[in-house]
């Protein structure tokens, strides 16, 4: 069946530092879409992507789709404090059916 | 606009006992999601409907979990009888369609003793 993984499963990260979280799915995707969790808190939506090779940005924030349509990313320039939390990208079947992967948690160093 | 409604927030209760958890998705939201989420994993599908149809309910032990959602709005997830592994946050997420983005509810954190 469908597996979605995560890597890093943890980031460290220097205030003001730039980082890259990276989503692989086993099956080609229909799309994708990405959450954030802060601590104590549930999953907030972020973004989907839909199109092969599709790029969007969130102010700081830089998602990828990739051509093939079995990876992403998520990219953070100049870390905040606020961006403290975990990520999950959750994959999307033909089905319609989303496929969570186990999250990347970041910390932030001040 | 009134989020994804859960309740209760918490629940502890003693193993082979029952329980149900309720959820209240967005107004007009026709996808329910029942997720399942472990410490440092991310949430896990039990069980999706589309408007009062379970159409995805694969993951769900049928043993002795049950899920209803009747005139397609509110949901109640039921374990009985729970065991020590059912300890976990359980999720309730809703979205206008299939596909959409979901808008999760605050979870209830069961602890089974």
């Known amino acids: 069946g469908q597996q979605v993984m995560q890597i890093p499963q943890y980031q460290h990260v220097q205030e003001g530092e730039d980082f890259t979280t990276y989503c692989n799915s086993s099956t080609t995707l229909s799309n994708i879409q990405w959450y954030k969790q802060r601590p104590g808190g549930h999953p907030v939506f972020l973004i989907q992507l839909v199109k092969s090779g599709e790029v969007k940005k969130q102010k700081r924030l830089t998602f990828q789709f990739g051509e093939a349509k079995k990876n992403s990313s998520l990219h953070i320039t100049a870390t905040q404090t606020t961006d403290v939390g975990t990520y999950f990208c959750?994959?999307?079947?033909?089905?319609?059916?989303?496929?969570f992967g186990a999250g990347t948690q970041v910390v932030v160093t001040p | 606009e009134a989020g994804v409604v859960q309740s209760p927030r918490y629940k502890i209760i003693e193993k082979k006992q029952p329980v149900a958890f309720w959820c209240n998705p967005i107004?007009?939201?026709?996808?329910l999601y029942w997720y399942l989420q472990n410490l440092g994993q991310g949430p896990e599908l039990l069980i999706r409907y589309e408007n009062e149809e379970a159409v995805d309910d694969s993951q769900l032990p049928k043993d002795r979990f049950s899920a209803e959602r009747l005139k397609g709005v509110d949901s109640t997830l039921k374990i009985q009888p729970a065991e020590l592994g059912d300890s976990a946050v359980y999720l309730c997420?809703?979205?206008?369609?299939?596909?959409?983005?979901?808008?999760f509810g605050p979870g209830t954190r069961l602890t089974v003793l």
């Open positions: 997420a809703s979205s206008l369609v299939l596909g959409k983005e979901q808008f």
């Open positions: 107004s007009g939201h026709n996808t």
């Open positions: 959750a994959g999307a079947d033909s089905w319609g059916k989303f496929q």
